[in-house]
């Protein structure tokens, strides 16, 4: 039993000392485009958000893990031409009646279906979302956008990019927690980002996608990256840690050039 202890407390005083480095894709942007955004477009963004990891108990008592969009925290930090309409931003001239619900409903539902529930707040600046009996029925407002562009970052939650790698970071963190952070844990996440473009009849135009995968060395001496994840760091604990974490904003934050300079190339030669 004391052993039992003594192990159990040593595997805490690991999990909470060691200091965690993250290694990110950094993507390649290329040569700075010459090309300038001359027209004048309303360009609305959606997304590019990051999420947080909230606990709490279902009807049935049992504890569960919800992920909530971080409405301030947008990985593209200057959109490319046009803005993030805060809500009341501009007031609709009614609802476009000559889109069809379809339409509209495929649209926010491949939105929905990687933010969750959580999303609705960021499209009900763009759509009248209403229960009915028959479930929710969504409509676009009437806005003076030319085109949207959505982003989109995913998994929410951190997901080992395969099984042979959630077995190395099972086998390693014990390594690390036998030998009090001394020796590092090893950790290997998947990630990524959908940027679409649309007119402003929903009309899907342009897709980019960009690997966002990246990996997390943990160990007592290791230097930090970022500063924040040091030792003692709450928020950048391990695969034991007793929280489903989100994946971090750097993450996504690592890829930002290379999207700027897509998005302006392409924008730059809208019509």
């Known amino acids: 039993m004391k052993i039992r202890i003594l192990f159990l407390l040593l595997a805490i005083l690991a999990l909470n000392s060691c200091a965690s480095r993250y290694s990110l894709n950094k993507l390649e942007a290329g040569p700075q485009s010459s090309q300038k955004i001359t027209k004048k477009f309303k360009i609305a963004y959606i997304g590019f958000n990051t999420f947080k990891s909230t606990k709490h ?98 998994p929410v939650f951190e997901k080992p990019r395969n099984a042979a790698y959630g077995f190395l970071s099972v086998f390693s963190s014990l390594l690390s927690v036998v ?27 342009k897709e980019f996608e960009y690997d966002n995968d990246y990996s997390v060395w943990r160990a007592l001496w290791i230097p930090p990256n970022p500063k924040e994840c040091g030792i003692g760091s709450l928020t950048c604990l391990g695969m034991f840690s007793p929280v489903v974490r989100t994946n971090p904003s750097i993450v996504f934050e690592a890829g930002s050039a290379k999207m700027s300079a897509d998005l302006n190339d392409y924008i730059a030669n809208l019509k």
């Open 57 to 154: 108990k279902n009807p049935e008592g049992k504890v569960e893990f919800e992920a909530v969009a971080e409405q301030d925290s947008r990985t593209l930090r200057e959109p490319i031409g046009g803005s993030y309409p805060i809500p009341g931003e501009n007031k609709p001239n009614g609802l476009r009646k000559d889109i069809s619900q379809e339409k509209v409903m495929g649209f926010a539902r491949s939105y929905l279906s990687v933010t969750g529930p959580t999303g609705i707040k960021e499209l009900e600046k763009f759509l009248e979302i209403a229960k009915g009996p028959e479930g929710y029925s969504y409509s676009l407002r009437n806005l003076p956008y030319d085109y949207y562009i959505v982003g989109l970052h995913s």
């Open 179 to 205: 030998t009090i952070g001394i020796l590092p844990s090893y950790e290997a996440y998947e990630a990524n980002t959908l940027v679409r473009i649309y007119d402003k009849n929903l009309n899907l135009l």
